[in-house]
T-cell receptor
Framework: GAVVSQHPSWVICKSGTSVKIECRSL??????MFWYRQFPKQSLMLMAT?????????EQGVEKDKFLINHASLTLSTLTVTSAHPEDSSFYIC?????????????FGPGTRLTVL | KNQVEQSPQSLIILEGKNCTLQ??????????LRWYKQDTGRGPVSLTI?????NTKSNGRYTATLDADTKQSSLHITASQLSDSASYIC????????????FGKGTRLSVIA
């Protein structure tokens, strides 16, 4: 099946610093990638939809200037949390839409645990 | 409003026993329904995906059912193993544009020896 990787798997940073998280589709090209945030014991919450070569579409309530998304290639999307604060500590998960030809589905990455001190 | 409701919220069963998780949804227009398994600290992994015309689909010890008329789905786990302990998330895809996903809150399953 399709494989999606994330890097890093976990990161600890100081308040006020910026953190970049990478999401890669390893064996397929993904024109659309999605970024989610998950708080403990909660379900995934969509933050933004990232289309290759265009600006990301952010969900209501998600600050686009704080969560910078870049989707420069068909296999890589990055999420940068700028000026991180403790309340940004969460589990960030990306997904990539599978290539056409089968049921529309998304393959999820393993997630990145962000802890802001 | 598009919603996915799962029950029970949590479940504890003995190793070797069977269990069934429920999912009710009010999503329109419907594209497909998926069940994911999410281990703690990991991303969701797809177990099954069913379109409108499919009533049942199996993946090893996991069997999912779908009743598109009543908008209900279930996930049956047979002969549970300790490694089945995880959150099971029901997700419905909306048939539009970027086919956004509507997530249930999941059922936390604990399998004990």
């Amino acid at each position: 099946g399709a494989v999606v990787s994330q890097h890093p798997s976990w990161v600890i940073c100081k308040s006020g610093t910026s953190v970049k998280i990478e999401c890669r589709s390893l064996d397929f090209q993904a024109t659309t990638m999605f970024w989610y945030r998950q708080f403990p014991k909660q379900s995934l919450m969509l933050m933004a939809t990232s289309n290759e070569g265009s600006k990301a579409t952010y969900e209501q309530g998600v600050e686009k200037d704080k969560f910078l998304i870049n989707h420069a290639s068909l296999t890589l999307s990055t999420l940068t949390v700028t000026s991180a604060h403790p309340e940004d500590s969460s589990f960030y998960i990306c997904s990539a839409r599978a290539p056409a030809g089968g049921p529309d589905t998304q393959y999820f990455g393993p997630g990145t645990r962000l802890t802001v001190l | 409003k598009n919603q996915v409701e799962q029950s029970p919220q949590s479940l504890i069963i003995l190793e070797g026993k069977n269990c069934t998780l429920q999912c009710n949804y009010t999503v329109s227009p419907f594209s497909n329904l998926r069940w994911y398994k999410q281990d703690t600290g990991r991303g969701p992994v797809s177990l099954t995906i069913m379109t409108f015309s499919e009533n049942t689909k199996s993946n090893g010890r996991y069997t999912a059912t779908l009743d598109a008329d009543t908008k209900q789905s279930s996930l049956h786990i047979t002969a549970s193993q300790l490694s089945d302990s995880a959150s099971y998330i029901c997700v419905v895809s909306v048939l539009s544009g970027n086919t956004p996903l509507v997530f249930g809150k999941g059922t936390r399953l604990s399998v004990i020896a």
